[in-house]
């Protein structure tokens, strides 16, 4: 087996050609130097015009005759004939330019000919019998290349595909140096992300943090505490309902201290007076509906509910723990007011914006990563199975082992 890299195979493969396919190539290149030589008589053949006009024809005509002549020319530099890269493609692009060429002299010769026609029979001649000898070859080459090119041409097709596998190879690097970016972007922000998550453990392990975290959970315990005492919510929902609805009178009663017991339980009642004595009065009031059967509750959920009342009444703890509240809340602003004065909360706070935007960036990071290495994956997948199949007809074309060297600039 031949190993080849990616960069040389190209001139290789030409070569294997060259050699595979030695006879065709001469007989292309015997036609394509008869047509140079075609093209060439054209512009010796416009040579002749000027000298058999000079003299012979007015100065008009002798003007027209020297457009012709240079524009004549000027279509033939355009006439690219292939030297050294003889490939299909290259000759069927000759034919194709060979054509214009014709339709171009014609079109020419209609509009200057007439001019200088009578005084340069000879010349007219002289080219249109080199236009009918390069048209003849030029059909020549046509039909060469339809029967005798087919199997070069197939395998000239493959150098094609060369310009997929650069690309190819070009996206794996481009994408393997965007993924060793986003790997040591990641690693920094995963450091960073350590070490910020390290500075806020250490300023949460201050005395005073500590002391507040306990306080709210106390707070918390407490709340939870009184809350539970309040089973007979649902009471003064369905007595607000009825009295919005002015379906129940009940005078004295506060809807505007219901409204807000219902809406905050325990804020409203750190409001109230000493002794509560609006809650106690809603309490009271609230009973006597009941047991008036006016909120035409189930007897168990009534029952229920005129015990829970009753508990209140007879325990006597809600002040208390009401009390509590507020020395809790109280106790709690205090360290909020030392955490503040020694700039501990603005700290802390300016390390948790810090975690949270590095978060975002960390996803977005991840996600980079991520798609980026399936592009990688599928860079690779495409590249390996192009040159599988590149390999493969290269046997085909040139009956060779040969195996496709291609190296990575990481």
Known sequence: MIEVSLEEFEVFYKEQLESQFFKVKKAVKKLLSDINTSLLEIKVCTDHFIDAGEGNIDDKALKSLHLFSDKIRKEIEEVGVPEEDITYDAMYNLLSSIKKLFTNINDIAKKSIPKFQKELQAEIKELSYITRKLGSKQKGLDEFLRKKYTDVKDAEYLLKKLPKLFALKENIENAKSDLDGFEKELEERQSEQENLTEALKKIEKNELFKKQDQLDAKLARL?????????????????????????????????????????????????????????????????????????????????????QINTIFDEKTIQNEIDNIKTLRSEIDDIKNKIEHEGLAVKRDEIKNKISLNTVKLEHLENDLDRKNKDYLRYLSSLKNEREEIQKSIKDHINQEVKLNITFNF
């Open 223 to 307: 709340r939870m505490n009184i809350n539970n005492q309040f089973g007979f919510k649902k009471a003064l929902k369905k007595l607000k309902f009825e009295l919005e609805k002015d379906t129940m009178h009940i005078p004295n009663i506060n809807i505007y201290f219901l409204k807000d017991f219902l809406k905050n339980p325990i804020n409203t009642l750190v409001k109230e007076s000493r002794d509560l004595p609006k809650f106690s009065a809603l309490l009271i009031q609230l009973r006597h509906i009941l047991e008036d059967n006016k909120l035409n509750l189930k007897s168990d959920v009534k029952d229920k509910t005129i015990h």
